[in-house]
Every structure is written in structure tokens, then in C-alpha cells.
């Protein structure tokens, strides 16, 4: 019993700090579009914390730069039109881990949206269209929650694997297109480094 618990332990009994940074598959869920929308491909980048609690057990607050949003349709290239909406992400996970190094993670996220644009070239630098924040039908807030999975090896180096999904609709009563609920749902996959 005694090797169990072992490995079943945290790394460290002591807060840790890290960075992070990955990749996102990122769209928009609703029963109000009839195509469905394609996912857009960006990134995630920030900083997050560890706080054991316990051998196993630990909170695991983040902040991120996360690029989101949605494929629109394709143009006359071929490339996809993208609508852009980037946040800034603050998850606040509970991790418990279920042998040394490999942990799952779930918990709320909080977004406050800092970029709107579509960009009818993503492939080039032009092509960019931002959207005002007076004219914009979208809201600067979103709550979500998050479920994943994260392997941290004895470097600090670690691996993870996320999935996040709207709680709130991300657009507000005032929307040109009327009532509809859409949420954001992004597939994060990432690498990162603990001190």
C-alpha cells in the first residue's frame, strides 16, 4: 500500500510556478447555425500555478492568451475567413493525480474577450478587419468549464491535453443575427515547464 501511495503523489509539496503554451482547435457550438462552423487553428500561451493541497490533490490557477473563434467560409483562394476572438482565460482547476506525474484536471474558466476582428486573408498579413467595441455583438465576458488531462515529467517538463466548453452565450441580445446562442468550445494540446 505504502508503493501505491508513493506513486500516486505530486511531484512537490511546495507551490510551483510554470509556463505554458499550445495549440487550439477552437469553434463556436449552436443549434442556430445550420452549416456548423469549422474550427479555427491558433495558439494559447501564459502562465499558470500549482498549489498542493494534498499528496494528490492540488489547485492549479492559470492565465492565459488564448486565440479563438471560428472558420466563417472559405474565400476566393480557397482559404478559410476567419472570425477572430481572442481572450484572455483565467481557469481555476482542480487536479488530482492518479499515479506519479499523470493528473486530470477539471474546473471553471473565466474569459474577458481583448481582440475581435475577421480576417479574410489568414494565410497573409493583410486581409484584416477589426471590429469595434461599439459595434461588436459579442460580449467582453464568458464563463466556461475545462476537462483534462496533464503528464508532468521528473524535469518539470509537462505535457497536457484540454477540452473547454461555453457555459454562457458569447453573444449579446443585441446581436444583428437575432437570438442566438452560441458558445465557444476549444481543444487546447500544449507543453510546458514548472520551476
Known amino acids: 500500500m505504502g508503493a501505491v501511495a508513493v506513486q500516486a503523489q505530486a511531484d512537490q509539496s511546495l507551490p510551483q510556478i510554470g509556463i505554458k503554451g499550445g495549440l487550439n482547435l477552437s469553434t463556436i457550438t449552436s443549434d442556430d447555425f445550420n452549416d456548423g462552423e469549422e474550427s479555427r ?3 494559447n500561451v501564459g502562465l499558470l500555478a500549482e498549489l498542493p493541497i494534498s499528496d494528490r490533490f492540488s489547485i492549479q490557477p492559470e492565465v ?10 472559405q474565400n476566393d483562394n480557397g482559404d478559410d475567413v476567419e472570425y477572430q476572438l481572442d481572450y484572455i ?8 493525480y492518479l499515479i506519479k506525474g499523470l493528473s486530470v484536471e477539471a474546473g471553471p474558466q ?5 481582440n475581435e476582428e475577421v480576417d ?3 494565410t497573409s498579413d493583410g486581409g484584416d478587419f477589426d471590429i469595434d467595441a461599439d459595434d461588436s455583438s459579442v460580449k ?6 475545462a476537462l483534462g488531462a496533464a ?15 461555453g457555459l454562457t452565450n458569447i453573444f449579446d441580445d443585441s446581436s444583428l443575427l437575432g437570438n442566438v446562442d452560441a458558445k465557444n468550445a476549444v481543444w487546447q494540446f500544449g507543453v510546458g515547464f514548472m520551476f
Open 41 to 43: 487553428t491558433s495558439f
Open 64 to 73: 492565459l492568451y488564448s486565440a479563438q473563434g471560428f472558420d466563417i467560409r
Open 89 to 96: 482565460q483565467v481557469p481555476v482547476l482542480a487536479k488530482l
Open 110 to 114: 473565466f474569459g474577458f474577450k481583448v
Open 120 to 122: 479574410f486573408d489568414p
Open 140 to 145: 467582453d465576458f464568458e464563463t466556461s468549464v
Open 151 to 165: 503528464y508532468k515529467f521528473d524535469n518539470g517538463f509537462f505535457v497536457s491535453g484540454r477540452y473547454t466548453h
